[in-house]
């Protein structure tokens, strides 16, 4: 297996194979120029709208490619999958269409909407399991089961059908742009699709530079690169569901280390304020992991001036009922907002002298917990605030303090702060 793996490379032929397979039921994702972040970097930047899928996201490419090459046998058994949510809808898809029964596994945290998405388009030939909390937890269980039960693992990437699937996206980019694309940025959760944009660009475009893009919570395939062997995080940050992964694969890592011209992450609260600024600028819904390889193009803005840069959007499944999570995330990245423990004198008056003396004109309380202490001259409160800019900290700081207000601030006590957000 470790040979299989170290000498497999996505052929372009395999890829050609693949777009002509998921035809019936991928579309051909615009390639269209943004102004807004054109004008922003100074260069001509392309998105390749993968959000725009029926299932919306590029999963549908792997996961029916893959599907759509097992024998009869094969399907008669059935397939099983794991997924944080993308990648299980484009199987649950690809079942229906095809008439073959699938189990989904998908961790417990997976957003609601997600698991409903799922759901409505496996319809009857496909069960969905809950189970884990991550998304390896979720794999270990379906292969467990797939052992049990003789069925076949559809790999949400490390899988050559399941790369050479993803890699239609290059296809498309290539036929589609009438300029050669000298940046191609791409989010990598486990590496199925810059490995398959690897095998197409090797090929056609050797000199594109192609961007890995990973959350900074979740950095799975930096940590590997850097090591020179695939590892496993312990811990990871599962915010950016749809790119949050322990650990890449095995045929991924062999690629990517090799092919990759950078490896790069973000911190989650860049990739909430992206997702505000698409949403709120430019009428575009993505999820977290959509927004990640804009959200990286800051780290790059000298190198990319004048360039031709390719964003792939790779998908817009997000929960609504996270939103204000997202826009707390951002606000915190962006140090406009900020939670202090305030030491309120047990009197009359003690609040509004604070709102009155304390707070700045632009500033706002968006937090507040206190409980009064009948026999204490001093009671705690945890009071969260909102700032316009964030040079407004150190005058609100010193004004508390001069004012006997300040007890503590919470944003960089990290064992605290993650009960408050």
């Known amino acids: ?47 390749k709208r993968e959000d725009l899928h029926r299932v919306r996201s590029y999963k549908i490419r792997g996961a029916f490619n893959k599907i759509s090459s097992l024998t009869k046998a094969e399907t008669a058994k059935g397939v099983v999958c794991a997924s944080a949510g993308n990648h299980a809808q484009g199987v649950a898809f690809a079942c229906n269409h095809l008439g073959i029964h699938g189990t989904v596994y998908m961790p417990s945290v997976t957003p609601k909407q997600k698991v409903e998405q799922t759901k409505m388009f496996g319809g009857d030939w496909v069960t969905v399991n809950l189970i884990g909390d991550t998304f390896d937890d979720s794999s270990k269980a379906a292969m467990i089961a797939c052992k049990e039960q003789g069925k076949t693992f559809v790999h949400p990437f490390d899988d050559p059908k399941t790369i050479e699937g993803q890699g239609t996206v290059g296809l498309e980019i290539l036929e589609q742009s009438d300029v050669p694309i000298d940046y191609l940025f791409v989010a990598i959760g486990g590496g199925g699709l810059a490995s398959g944009l690897i095998g197409v660009f090797k090929a056609l475009s050797p000199n594109t530079k192609i961007i890995g893009v990973e959350p900074e919570g979740a950095p799975s395939m930096k940590t590997s690169m850097a090591k020179g062997q695939n590892t496993e995080l312990e811990y990871i940050d599962k915010f950016v569901d749809g790119a949050a992964v322990q650990r890449v694969g095995d045929y991924t890592f062999a690629i990517c280390k090799e092919y990759l011209h950078d490896m790069v992450t973000v911190p989650e609260g860049k990739v909430c304020q992206t997702i505000l600024d698409l949403y709120n600028r430019d009428a575009i819904v993505v999820e977290p992991a959509g927004a990640l390889t804009i959200a990286a193009l800051d780290d790059f803005k000298e190198e990319i001036k ?27 990245y962006g140090q406009l907002k900020h939670y202090f423990i305030v030491r309120f004198p047990q009197r009359p008056g003690a609040l509004k002298q604070f709102v009155a003396d304390i707070l700045g004109p632009d500033d706002d309380i968006t937090h507040f917990e206190y409980s009064k202490k009948s026999s204490k001259e001093n009671a705690p409160a945890i009071v969260g605030i909102e700032l316009k800019s964030p040079d407004d900290l150190e005058p609100l700081i010193s004004r508390m303090k001069e004012k006997n207000f300040f007890g503590e601030y919470l944003n960089d006590k990290p064992d605290l702060f993650q009960y408050l957000i």
Do not use: H, W
């Open 1 to 47: 297996m470790a040979n299989t793996v170290s000498t497999y490379f996505p052929k372009l032929e395999d890829i050609k194979q693949a777009s002509q397979v998921i035809r019936q039921v991928a579309e051909v994702t615009p390639l269209t120029q943004s102004i807004r972040y054109s004008r922003l970097f100074s260069s001509n930047i392309l998105l």
């Open 306 to 332: 004048d360039k031709n840069v390719v964003c792939i959007v790779s998908g817009s499944n997000n929960d609504i009922t996270r939103t204000a999570e997202i826009k707390e995330r951002a606000l915190l």
